[in-house]
C-alpha cells in the first residue's frame, strides 16, 4: 500500500516570505514523487517531479522540492512567495510499477499581499 | 488543443437521475483515471484504466461505471444520483508503460445533485 501525508492543512503566510510545506511518503519500494499545485477554481497542474537522480528538484515558478529517502520526505521549498502563489498544493506518490497516483490530503497556501 | 479534455464542465442534476462525464486526451497516453474531490479538496482515486482494461476499481459504489471505449476516452457513468456524489471528478491520464508516472488533468466536471 502507498500513502503521503501533508503535515500542513492551511499555511498563511506573507509576501515574500519563505515557504516549505512537508510531505512524507509510505511505500516500500522504489517512488516518483511530484507536487501538483490547485489555483482556486482551476484544475491541477504539475508544479515539479521527482523520478530519481539528483534529489533536489526543480520545478516551474521558483519552487523546488528534496527528496530525503531515509526521512520518507519530499518538502516543497520556495524562497520568497508572492500573492499569485495562493492555492492548494498536493503532494503525490506514485510506487514503481503501479498504476495508482496517490495524493496527499493537501495545503492550502493563502499570501497576504 | 486541450491535452484532457472533459465535458460537462458543470453538471447540475435532481437525485435519482443518470448522468455521464466524458473524458478524452490526445496526449497518446496508455492510462487515464478518474479522481473524485469533495469538498475539502481531499482527491481519490475512483478507477483506473490501462490500455482499456481496468486496473484499478477503488471501493466506489457500483452505481459508478467507468468505460474506456479506446485508450483515449474515460467516460463515467453515474446511475440514481445522490446527494453525496456532489464534488468535482477529475479526470487525467498518464503514459504508465514508460514508467512517465506524471498525471495531466483535465479541467473538471463540477456535479451537483440537488
Known amino acids: 500500500a502507498q500513502s503521503v501525508s501533508q503535515h500542513n492543512h492551511h499555511v498563511i503566510l506573507s509576501e515574500a516570505a519563505s515557504l516549505e510545506l512537508g510531505c512524507n511518503y509510505s511505500?516500500?519500494?522504489?517512488?516518483?514523487l511530484f507536487w501538483y499545485v490547485q489555483y482556486p477554481g482551476q484544475h491541477l497542474q504539475l508544479l515539479l517531479k521527482?523520478?530519481?537522480?539528483?534529489?533536489l528538484v526543480k520545478g516551474i515558478k521558483g519552487f523546488e522540492a528534496e527528496f530525503i529517502k531515509s526521512k520518507f520526505s519530499f518538502n516543497l521549498r520556495k524562497p520568497s512567495v508572492q500573492w499569485s502563489d495562493t492555492a492548494e498544493y498536493f503532494c503525490a506518490l506514485s510506487g514503481a510499477g503501479s498504476y495508482q497516483l496517490t495524493f496527499g490530503k493537501g495545503t492550502k497556501l493563502s499570501v497576504i499581499p | 488543443d486541450t491535452a484532457v479534455s472533459q465535458t460537462p464542465k458543470y453538471l447540475v442534476t435532481q437525485m435519482g437521475n443518470d448522468k455521464s462525464i466524458k473524458c478524452e486526451q490526445n496526449?497518446?497516453?496508455?492510462?487515464m483515471y478518474w479522481y473524485k474531490q469533495d469538498s475539502k479538496k481531499f482527491l481519490k482515486i475512483m478507477f483506473s484504466y490501462n490500455n482499456k482494461e481496468l486496473i484499478i476499481n477503488e471501493t466506489v459504489p457500483n452505481r459508478f461505471s467507468p468505460k474506456s471505449p479506446d485508450k483515449a476516452h474515460l467516460n463515467l457513468h453515474i446511475n440514481s444520483l445522490e446527494l453525496g456524489d456532489s464534488a468535482v471528478y477529475f479526470c487525467a491520464s498518464s503514459q504508465m508503460g514508460q514508467g512517465r508516472t506524471e498525471a495531466f488533468f483535465g479541467q473538471g466536471t463540477r456535479l451537483t445533485v440537488v
Open positions: 521527482y523520478f530519481s537522480g539528483d534529489p
Open positions: 496526449l497518446g497516453h496508455d492510462t
Open positions: 511505500y516500500g519500494g522504489t517512488v516518483n
